[in-house]
C-alpha cells in the first residue's frame, strides 16, 4: 500500500486520533482535578442544588405585624394572612421601630402596617391602605409575603362589595364579588415552582461549566510544568491538528455521553422536573451542543496560562450566563447587545433548546433555529480550536529550537 495513498492517510489519521484519545484519557484520569470537575462536580452538584429547592416554593414567611387599628377588621385581615399557606404570622409589633430591628435581625421577613384608620375610613367607604414592607433580599419570601398580603385584601374587598350590594341571592352575592371567574393554570409549570422554573436551565449549564473547566485545568497544567508534549503531542503524535483535535475531542465526549444523560435525564426524573421531551429529539440536541461547548472549551483553554485563571473566569461569568439565556430573565428585555455576547455560548442556545423540548413539551421542528446554531458554532469552534493548535504547535517548536541552541551554545563554551 503506498504511503501517499487515500486509504492510507485515513488509517494513519485514525490511528492517531486513536493515540491522542489514549493519551488524553490516560492524562484525565491522572488529574485530581480534572477528575472532579469532569465527574465529582457534574455527580454532586446537580443532586445539593435540586435538594436545596425540592420544596419547589416558599412555605410559613415570618412577618411581623404592626396593628395600630386594633379593630375587628384588622384582626380579619391578620388571621386570613396567617391562615395562608405561604405567611406565618411570628410577631405583633408596638410600633414601626419594634418591627424594622425584627427585619434586621432577619427574625421576620416583611412587616404589614396597618394604619389607626383602617377601619374608620372603610365605614365611610373611603379607601384605606395597608403597607406592605419586605426584604428584598430574597425574591421567593417577598414574592409569598406580597401576594398573600395582595390575595386578603381582595377578598376582603368583595366582601365588603356583597355587604352594601342588596343582594337577595347567593347567586348574586357570587356574581358581584366575583363577576369575571377565572382559573390559574401556571403553564409548563403546574406546581409554580422555583425548581422546574431554573434548574433546568442551570443543568445545562453545569455541563457547560464543568466541561471547560476541566479542558482549562488540564491545559493550565500542561503549561505551568512545561510539558508541550501533554499540550500538543508534537514528537509522538502529531501529524495535524485536526487529529489532535478530534483525538481530544472525542476523550471528553465519551466521558460527556455519560454525565449529560446523568444531568439531562436523571437528575430530572429523579427530582420530578418536566421531562416531555422525546428522547430521539433530546438526543439531537445534546450531541451538537455537547460538541460545541467541547470545542469552546478547548479554545477557552488556549489563554489559560495557569491552573487557578479557568476557574475564575469561568465562576465570574456563570450567573452571567444564566441571565443571558432567558431562562431567569425574559430574553426580550435583554439589552441587543448582551444579547449577541451570549451568542459566543453554546449554553445560550442550548439552554433554551432543551427548555423548549424538555419542559414545554416541543419537539425538535419548533427548536430548529437553536439546533442548526449549535451545529454551526461546533463547526466554528472546532476549526478556531484546530487554528489555537497549530499556533501552540508553532510556539512549542520554536520553544524547542531555543532550547536546543542554548544548550549547544552552552556545550561549545
Known amino acids: 500500500m503506498k504511503k501517499d495513498g487515500l486509504l492510507y492517510q485515513i488509517i494513519d489519521g485514525v490511528r492517531d486520533a486513536c493515540a491522542v484519545w489514549r493519551d488524553e484519557m490516560r492524562l484525565v484520569f491522572k488529574d485530581e482535578g480534572v477528575l472532579i470537575f469532569f465527574f465529582l462536580v457534574p455527580l454532586a452538584y446537580p443532586l445539593l442544588y435540586s435538594w436545596i429547592y ?12 404592626v396593628d395600630d387599628s386594633h379593630s375587628q377588621l384588622s384582626r380579619e385581615f391578620i388571621r386570613s394572612c396567617d391562615a395562608s399557606p405561604d405567611v406565618h404570622i411570628a410577631y405583633h409589633a408596638a410600633d414601626m421601630d419594634e418591627a424594622e430591628m425584627l427585619v434586621s435581625r432577619q427574625v421576620v421577613r416583611a412587616i404589614y402596617h396597618i394604619p389607626s384608620d383602617f377601619q374608620t375610613r372603610l365605614n365611610r367607604l373611603e379607601r384605606s391602605v395597608i403597607s406592605v414592607y419586605c426584604d428584598m433580599s430574597l425574591m421567593l419570601t417577598y414574592k409569598a409575603a406580597y401576594q398573600t398580603a395582595l390575595m386578603v385584601s381582595q377578598q376582603m374587598n368583595s366582601e365588603i362589595q356583597i355587604k352594601l350590594s342588596g343582594n337577595y341571592t347567593q347567586r348574586e352575592e357570587q356574581i358581584q364579588g366575583r363577576p369575571l371567574d377565572y382559573d390559574e393554570v401556571p403553564v409548563f409549570n403546574p406546581g409554580g415552582g422555583y425548581g422546574s422554573a431554573i434548574l433546568p ?31 500538543v503531542p508534537i514528537q509522538k503524535h502529531y501529524h495535524g491538528t485536526f487529529r489532535i483535535v478530534f483525538g481530544k475531542s472525542l476523550c471528553y465526549f465519551m466521558i460527556y455521553a455519560v454525565m449529560g444523560t446523568w444531568l439531562t ?5 429523579i427530582f420530578h422536573f418536566p421531562c416531555l421531551a422525546h428522547w430521539t429529539d433530546l438526543l439531537a440536541i445534546m450531541v451538537p451542543y455537547t ?10 483553554s488556549c489563554i489559560v496560562r495557569y ?34 455576547v451570549s451568542c459566543l455560548f453554546p449554553s445560550t442556545f442550548g439552554v433554551r433548546a432543551y427548555i423548549r423540548t424538555n419542559s414545554m ?3 425538535l421542528a419548533d427548536v430548529l433555529f437553536e439546533y442548526r446554531i449549535l451545529w454551526l458554532m461546533a463547526a466554528v469552534y472546532f476549526f478556531v480550536a484546530c487554528a489555537v493548535y497549530r499556533h501552540q504547535i508553532f510556539q512549542a517548536r520554536q520553544h524547542a529550537m531555543e532550547r536546543l541552541e542554548y544548550l549547544k551554545r552552552k556545550r561549545q563554551k
Open 361 to 363: 413539551g416541543g419537539t
Open 54 to 65: 425540592n420544596n419547589e416554593v416558599v412555605r410559613e414567611v415570618p412577618v411581623v405585624v
Open 307 to 340: 491552573r487557578e485563571n479557568v476557574m475564575l473566569l469561568m465562576v465570574f461569568v456563570s450567573i452571567p450566563l444564566l441571565f443571558l439565556s432567558g431562562a431567569s430573565w425574559p430574553q426580550n428585555d435583554i439589552p441587543g447587545f448582551w444579547q449577541g
Open 291 to 300: 460538541l460545541a461547548c467541547i470545542f469552546f472549551g478547548i479554545t477557552v
Open 265 to 269: 435525564v436523571v437528575v430530572p426524573r
Open 201 to 231: 436551565a442551570v443543568l445545562m449549564l453545569i455541563l457547560q461549566q464543568t466541561l471547560v473547566l476541566g479542558i482549562g485545568l488540564s491545559a493550565g497544567t500542561a503549561r505551568e510544568s512545561n510539558r508541550y508534549q501533554d499540550l
